[in-house]
Structure formats: structure tokens, C-alpha cells
């Protein structure tokens, strides 16, 4: 990820050694400010309250947040504590479970004080693996945008859709969704993406215009209601979304709107993909709508909008009726049907049983 042309990721080692540093997505795009995170309740807030946030981001920070618990306190007790504070801030990413299973299995079975070393080494390497990973899902990703440019007869710029943030800001770098939208313009295939606000947070808006602006890439935002209309008006060619959960079976939770992007995707006849690492697939699962958890957030980010005021500090205006009953589910599912194929490390599959199983890693169990 390129802050202001300097190379960065999302969340690093600070350079005292004794905390991890995140860039605030609370504050983007208005500044851009760093968070130090030095302790067990500071990793599990700053995930909690969305300063990091997207599902392989939130798993990286929650193995840091198990190396700064096993700082403080690396017995038994002190390890279980840790898994259940994180484990318990957000419950729709599996890949919150998956890296605290992870950091669970790797330091019970070690004397207490060889653990906080591990840790580290452990969240080092997550950090690590979610970049290469990504690289990955952009390398076998970046073929569809070629393949619709052929479909185009070579003409104009492929015109992508997209929703919330599944970018470098969701991940430690490179973005899963967005990751072949960047590989793609590296190489010279032109490209245009359609950003969906993605309210009630409006991570469309605020994160994902705000990366592609980084990069050069160009972008449009559209409110989320203009998706059907464009994908009718066939003025997209391909539908790009990430993942914070995906059953064996191909169901794809993501943020609340995927669902109807997707239905009209559709219908319109235009290709439509889910893109994640294979950490993102809880085997567990067959039935999205039925078994996956989706998180229920504050009905305050439904009355009101943020945004920044002309002094620069950033505030909340309401936009409905004085104690209006609102809900505010933050995740939807859609199902497999819906969705022309997946996306993961490990290259491109149908959406189903069959097609997931043929990319399933040799090592994961069938618990995340
Ligand atoms: O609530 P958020 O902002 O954490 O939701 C993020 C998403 O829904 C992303 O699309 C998903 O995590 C994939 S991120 C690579």
C-alpha cells in the first residue's frame, strides 16, 4: 500500500519492539493517523470499534493482540483469556477464529515463557502469508478482468463494481477483492471501478475510493441503490466483492448489500465473484443463511452519517426522525447460486462443494 507514494502496510511493529502500530480506519479518508497498540484490551478495542477491520485484517491484529496478552501474562489462564477477548469482539469473520485457533495451537502446547516469543513469530508470520496470499488472489483474479476486456473486443476500460471495503485497508496489503483490479492496472489492462458507498459505514466511500485514489486507480462512487440500475444499463462488466465468511458449500457472507448486488448481477447476465483466502472458508458450514453468524451493530450507525466538519474534527449528524426504532444487521449472505465463481489463493473455482473442495488446502482441518 502506497500512503502518500510511501510504501506502508496496515498494521506494522513498532520500532521500540513492544507494540504494534495500525493505521485508524475510524479516521480515514480525512487524516491519516497511526494507533499504537500495545496491550490485550487495546488490540481487542481497536477491532471491536472497527479501527482495524475486514476479515484477513482483523485476524492478523487478533494474533498481535495474543503476542501483547502473552507480554503481560503467558500462563494457561492468561492464554485463554486472550483467545476469549478477541475471539468474542466481532462474530461474522471466521478469520478471527481461524488465527486465534492458530496462536492457541501453537502456544499451548509451550512452557509460558517461550510463549510471548512465539506469539510474535506467529503474528509476524500470518502478517507475512496474508500478503502472499493476496498477491496470489490477484495474479488468478487478474485473468477475468482480461477475459472481460476481451469481451469487450478490446475496447474502452473494463468497468468494475464493487462493495464496501475489500481492498489494501481489509487485509495487511494488497486487498483480496481489489487485489486483481491493482494487478491488472499495473500490467497496463485499463480499468474503472464503480464503488459502492456501502452504507451505514460507508466503507465504499470513505476506504475504498480513498485506496484506489492512492494507486491511480480510477473510480466512481455510486450509491448503493445505483448498482442494479448500472448493471442493467450493462455499464459493468464484472462484479468483485470479498468474503467474511464462506461455507464448504460456496454461500458467501459478506457486507450487508452483497446479497442484492449479486441478484441483480444476475440477472443482468454479468459475471459476479467472491474473492478471500482460504482462511476465510469455515469447512463447518454448509448452509449460509441458516449457520452463519451475522453481527448486529449499533442502530446509531443507521440514523446518522459521519463526516468531517470544515474545522477538520470528524462528527455525526443524524439523518432520521428523533428516536426512530432502526436495526442495523452488518453482514448478509449470499448464496452460491448467485455467484459465478470464487476466488482464493489458490485460483479460480465454481461456487460450490465440488469447486471449493478441489482448492482446499492439504493442511486445514475442519475447524478454522
Ligand atoms: O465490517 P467490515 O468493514 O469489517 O466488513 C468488511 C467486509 O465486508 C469485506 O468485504 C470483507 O471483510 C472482505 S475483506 C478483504
Given at each position: 500500500m502506497k500512503l502518500g507514494g510511501v510504501a506502508r502496510r496496515t498494521i506494522e511493529p513498532a520500532q521500540d519492539g513492544a507494540a504494534v502500530l495500525v493505521l485508524d480506519q475510524t479516521r480515514l479518508p480525512f487524516s491519516t493517523a497511526w494507533r499504537r497498540l500495545a496491550t490485550l484490551s487495546e488490540a481487542a478495542d481497536a477491532i471491536r470499534r472497527m479501527v482495524v477491520r475486514g476479515a484477513p485484517l482483523i485476524g492478523v491484529?487478533?494474533?498481535?493482540?495474543?503476542?501483547?496478552?502473552?507480554?503481560?501474562?503467558?500462563?494457561?489462564?492468561?492464554?485463554?483469556?486472550?483467545?476469549?477477548?478477541?475471539?468474542?469482539?466481532?462474530?461474522t469473520a471466521v478469520n478471527l477464529r481461524w488465527a486465534l485457533e492458530r496462536a492457541r495451537r501453537a502456544l499451548a502446547p509451550l512452557p509460558p515463557a517461550a510463549r510471548a516469543a512465539?506469539?510474535?513469530?506467529?503474528?509476524?508470520?500470518?502478517?507475512?502469508?496474508?500478503?502472499?496470499?493476496?498477491?496470489?488472489?490477484?495474479?488468478?483474479?487478474?485473468?477475468?478482468?482480461?477475459?472481460?476486456?476481451?469481451?469487450?473486443?478490446?475496447?474502452?476500460?473494463?468497468?468494475v463494481l464493487t462493495h464496501c471495503n475489500a481492498g489494501w485497508l481489509a487485509t495487511v496489503d494488497v486487498g483480496t477483492a481489489l487485489a486483481p483490479v491493482y494487478e491488472a492496472f499495473d500490467a497496463g489492462v485499463p480499468v474503472h471501478v464503480f464503488v459502492d458507498e456501502t452504507r451505514p459505514r460507508n466503507q465504499g466511500a470513505r476506504l475504498t475510493a480513498f485506496e484506489l485514489a492512492e494507486h491511480g486507480v480510477?473510480?466512481?462512487?455510486?450509491?448503493?441503490?445505483?448498482?442494479?440500475?448500472?448493471?442493467?444499463?450493462?455499464?459493468?462488466?464484472?462484479?468483485?466483492?470479498?468474503?467474511?465468511?464462506?461455507?464448504?458449500?460456496?454461500?458467501?457472507?459478506?457486507?450487508?448489500g452483497t446479497y442484492l448486488k449479486a441478484l441483480a448481477a444476475k440477472d443482468a447476465g454479468v459475471p459476479c465473484y467472491a474473492l478471500f483466502p482460504t482462511s476465510t472458508v469455515d469447512w463447518t458450514l454448509s448452509d449460509g443463511v441458516a449457520e452463519i453468524p451475522i453481527e448486529e451493530r449499533d442502530p446509531r450507525e443507521v440514523t446518522t452519517v459521519e463526516g468531517v466538519a470544515p474545522d477538520g474534527t470528524v462528527v455525526a449528524v443524524s439523518v432520521a426522525p428523533w428516536g426512530v426504532l432502526a436495526r442495523n444487521p452488518a453482514f448478509d449472505v449470499t448464496p452460491a447460486r448467485l455467484l459465478t465463481g470464487l476466488v482464493t489463493e489458490r485460483g479460480v473455482c465454481a461456487a460450490s462443494r465440488e469447486g471449493l473442495a478441489s482448492l482446499r488446502p492439504p493442511t486445514s482441518g475442519d475447524r478454522p
Open positions: 491484529t487478533a494474533a498481535y493482540g495474543v503476542w501483547l496478552a502473552m507480554r503481560a501474562d503467558a500462563t494457561d489462564a492468561g492464554l485463554a483469556r486472550a483467545v476469549d477477548l478477541l475471539g468474542a469482539t466481532r462474530p512465539a506469539a510474535r513469530t506467529l503474528a509476524d508470520r500470518l502478517a507475512d502469508e496474508d500478503v502472499a496470499t493476496n498477491r496470489a488472489i490477484g495474479r488468478h483474479g487478474a485473468a477475468l478482468l482480461r477475459d472481460a476486456l476481451a469481451r469487450r473486443g478490446g475496447r474502452g476500460r473494463v468497468q480510477p473510480c466512481t462512487l455510486v450509491a448503493d441503490n445505483a448498482g442494479g440500475h448500472l448493471l442493467q444499463h450493462r455499464e459493468v462488466d464484472l462484479v468483485l466483492v470479498g468474503a467474511d465468511r464462506v461455507t464448504a458449500t460456496g454461500d458467501v457472507a459478506n457486507k450487508i
